[in-house]
């Protein structure tokens, strides 16, 4: 009897230990992966940061309506990767996409500029094109929910990120499809930029915009270059290029002009171009679209493909930049609307 005794104290001893530890151990393990699952990369500290984070509100002047409405900052940063990249790229490239997207608009914000005196940025390619849940549905049909779905989740395992260089958020710019290469910051906009430096980008040969070809009646062509070429097989001389292999400067009719102007004088997909005259028209070729400053959409999608991760991407295009926590830019941007 003693043996029994001592053999049920026992037993119940550990059915009461394993009551206590069990309820513990499950705590824990449910948040650990709650954790895991919210960061969506192991090891990554953003869940905690993400939920110290203020809130923060982005006020979108949309150009239909006219009218300015607000939207949390992570669904403003999906709606933009959902407007500015097409959502059949890879993952990591969305990713990518969204660093660029929050990047921007926390610097935007804490510049203090603001669009008919109340919004932060429109809904346009002046600032980043931005679309509702609603505009996405109509866009998508039948494709909304995989779509939505995917870009949901490259911000949320992205979310409270920014790039950074020397600690303040970047101008975080980005285009469709490279000649070949990027362009460097002042070659385009006449501001060097550290991080935005020429880079190779060979990936962007699977674009459909990589090389394109139109056809200008010759007259046209003069008249939005406010030149005249006298009729010659061939117009115009290039007397430089960009580190990026775009036009930096051509002559053409007796007139100098940047490969920018040129560029934008002709409504041309990019600067890097040639064109030859025949029978009364001027046929141009194109490589590339977009100013080519930052990253490039098809490159960072070439790169994903390859295997290279968001971080890779941004490491690619941006140089000397880091991947931090919005954290403290976001606090800043709070207390400066206050």
């Known amino acids: 009897m003693m043996k029994k005794r001592h053999s049920l104290s026992f037993l119940l001893a550990g059915l009461v230990a394993v009551a206590v530890i069990l309820p513990s151990l499950l705590v824990i393990l449910f948040s650990s992966g709650k954790e895991e699952l919210a960061a969506g990369l192991p090891h990554q500290k953003a869940p905690k940061e993400?939920?110290?984070?203020?809130?923060?509100d982005v006020a979108v002047f949309r150009s239909g309506t006219k009218k300015t409405e607000t939207?949390?900052?992570?669904?403003?940063?999906?709606?933009?990767?959902?407007?500015?990249?097409?959502?059949?790229?890879?993952?990591?490239?969305?990713?990518?996409?969204?660093?660029?997207?929050?990047?921007f608009i926390i610097k935007q914000m804490m510049s203090g500029s603001k669009v008919n005196g109340q919004a932060n940025v429109t809904d346009t390619v002046a600032h980043q094109v931005f679309k509702t849940k609603e505009e996405l549905k109509q866009l998508w049909g039948k494709d909304f929910d995989w779509k939505s779905k995917?870009?949901?989740?490259?911000?949320?395992?992205?979310?409270?990120?920014?790039?950074?260089?020397?600690?303040?958020?970047?101008?975080?710019?980005?285009?469709?499809?490279?000649?070949?290469?990027?362009?460097?910051?002042?070659?385009?906009?006449?501001?060097?930029?550290?991080?935005?430096?020429?880079?190779?980008?060979?990936?962007?040969?699977?674009?459909p915009e990589?090389?394109?070809?139109?056809?200008?009646?010759?007259?046209?062509?003069?008249?939005?270059?406010?030149?005249?070429?006298?009729?010659?097989?061939?117009?115009?001389?290039?007397?430089?290029?960009?580190?990026?292999?775009?036009?930096?400067?051509?002559?053409?009719?007796?007139?100098?002009?940047?490969?920018r102007e040129v560029r934008e004088k002709l409504e041309l997909p990019s600067s890097d171009f040639n064109w030859v005259l025949k029978s009364g028209?001027?046929?141009?070729?194109?490589?590339?679209?977009?100013?080519?400053v930052g990253m490039s959409q098809y490159g960072a999608n070439?790169?994903?493909?390859?295997?290279?991760?968001?971080?890779?991407?941004?490491?690619?295009?941006?140089?000397?930049?880091?991947?931090?926590?919005?954290?403290?830019?976001?606090?800043?941007?709070?207390?400066?609307?206050?």
């Open 150 to 207: 995917k870009i949901n989740e490259a911000v949320q395992e992205t979310a409270g990120q920014v790039i950074t260089y020397n600690g303040a958020p970047i101008t975080a710019s980005f285009f469709s499809t490279s000649n070949g290469y990027t362009e460097n910051s002042e070659d385009y906009w006449n501001e060097p930029l550290p991080y935005l430096k020429s880079v190779a980008s060979p990936w962007d040969e699977s674009s």
């Open 210 to 259: 990589y090389s394109t070809k139109q056809t200008m009646p010759l007259a046209e062509f003069e008249r939005k270059l406010g030149i005249s070429v006298n009729g010659k097989e061939e117009a115009g001389t290039i007397t430089g290029r960009t580190e990026g292999k775009r036009i930096a400067s051509v002559k053409i009719g007796g007139k100098e002009f940047s490969g």
């Open 50 to 56: 993400v939920q110290e984070q203020p809130a923060l």
């Open 71 to 103: 939207f949390p900052l992570e669904e403003y940063v999906a709606g933009v990767v959902a407007a500015e990249m097409p959502a059949s790229f890879e993952k990591e490239a969305l990713k990518a996409q969204a660093l660029t997207a929050r990047t």
């Open 302 to 338: 070439g790169m994903a493909k390859e295997g290279k991760n968001y971080k890779q991407i941004i490491a690619h295009y941006y140089q000397q930049t880091k991947i931090e926590t919005a954290k403290n830019f976001v606090k800043e941007t709070v207390t400066a609307k206050k």
């Open 281 to 292: 028209e001027v046929i141009i070729t194109t490589k590339g679209y977009g100013h080519g």
